[in-house]
């Protein structure tokens, strides 16, 4: 159904979402081609927002592919099959992006409270094996969700008021027990949302110790500077995530959580690049050196 009381600005929300899709787009792969062009980027660190960059790619292209013929025909059929195999894709890229996240802080908690054993445990093979296991594990989860959904029977009402096929509102459509699917949902969430999110603060809380104990103020700004940027996306991220899928669905919360997807899915994407670049320093200069190469 996507938003039914604003039907009447169709083409002025369909000019705003291209909008928003053309600059995730480019801003992300902005990053990748500064990482895989600059020698002074490669590091583990960049190697991670890559991957994020990556993931927000393909979250925003698999979302904005069904919300332009929502939008534009106010509501688009979709087959039960193409639903669920649309929210598998979603899903899939959500939690690895999670876990990807969490992977960060631990990069970030050895850069800082450990830095002499960063480069002996977070190597290329530490980032390929992570990256690996981040996929496979919510592939698998959300693998699972799908399948269970897929045994369930939808006969009730057939109108998702949604602008693509989110878990919540396509729960909503069932008519049979769905126990299973909400005891693996509540596993999901937990797993890749809550207990990422608890490591995440944790690890934080040891970065902020160390960074106090460093006796020079230039010393704290820099190692401070090297984890802003993660702990701004973070927050954004898991703000408008724990909002949607954590926070207990009520009726005065469906149009909230509407928007919150909408951050998510698109207002996060284009924000990450711009927190990424515009508070790092070598993301400053590897820019400068390629506009000047060009030039």
């Known amino acids: 159904m996507g938003?039914?009381?604003?039907?009447h600005f169709n083409f002025l929300l369909c000019f705003f979402v291209l909008i928003i899709y053309c600059m995730s787009i480019s801003g992300n792969m902005v990053i990748i081609a500064l990482v895989s062009i600059s020698k002074t980027l490669h590091f583990p660190m960049y190697f991670f927002?890559?991957?994020?960059?990556?993931l927000d790619i393909l979250l925003t292209t698999d979302v904005v592919s069904i919300m332009f013929p929502v939008i534009l025909y106010e509501g688009v059929l979709i087959?039960?099959?193409?639903?669920?195999?649309?929210?598998?894709?979603?899903?899939?890229?959500?939690?690895c992006e999670c876990l990807l996240?969490?992977?960060?802080?631990?990069?970030?908690?050895?850069?800082?409270?450990?830095?002499?054993?960063?480069?002996?445990?977070?190597?290329?093979?530490?980032?390929?094996?992570?990256?690996?296991?981040?996929?496979?594990?919510?592939?698998?989860?959300?693998?699972?969700?799908?399948?269970?959904?897929?045994?369930?029977?939808?006969?009730?009402?057939?109108?998702?008021?949604?602008?693509?096929?989110?878990?919540?509102?396509?729960?909503?459509?069932i008519c049979s027990d769905a126990s299973i699917v909400h005891g693996l949902t509540y596993?999901?969430?937990?797993?890749?949302?809550?207990?990422?999110?608890?490591?995440?603060?944790?690890?934080y809380i040891y970065i902020v110790f160390t960074i106090v104990r460093i006796p020079?103020?230039?010393?704290?700004?820099?190692?401070?500077?090297?984890?802003?940027?993660?702990?701004?996306?973070?927050?954004?991220?898991?703000?408008?995530?724990?909002?949607?899928?954590?926070?207990?669905?009520?009726?005065?919360?469906?149009?909230l959580n509407k928007v919150m997807s909408l951050f998510y899915t698109l207002v996060t994407p284009v924000l990450n690049p711009l927190i990424y670049t515009l508070r790092n320093k070598?993301?400053?200069?590897?820019?400068?050196?390629?506009?000047h190469c060009v030039l």
């Open 49 to 54: 927002i890559v991957q994020v960059s990556i």
């Open 79 to 95: 087959s039960l099959s193409g639903c669920i195999a649309q929210f598998f894709f979603f899903a899939t890229v959500e939690g």
């Open 187 to 203: 596993f999901i969430c937990i797993s890749v949302i809550i207990c990422p999110f608890i490591i995440i603060v944790i690890s």
């Open 3 to 7: 938003f039914p009381d604003l039907h």
């Open 282 to 291: 070598d993301f400053k200069e590897a820019f400068q050196k390629c506009r």
């Open 216 to 255: 020079s103020i230039t010393g704290r700004q820099k190692a401070f500077s090297t984890c802003s940027s993660h702990l701004t996306v973070v927050c954004l991220f898991y703000g408008a995530l724990i909002s949607v899928y954590v926070v207990p669905q009520t009726g005065d919360l469906l149009t």
């Open 101 to 173: 996240l969490t992977v960060m802080s631990y990069d970030r908690y050895l850069a800082i409270c450990n830095p002499f054993h960063y480069s002996s445990i977070v190597n290329k093979l530490f980032c390929i094996k992570v990256i690996f296991l981040a996929w496979l594990l919510s592939s698998f989860m959300t693998l699972c969700n799908a399948a269970a959904m897929c045994n369930l029977s939808f006969c009730g009402p057939n109108s998702i008021d949604h602008f693509f096929c989110d878990l919540p509102p396509l729960m909503k459509l």
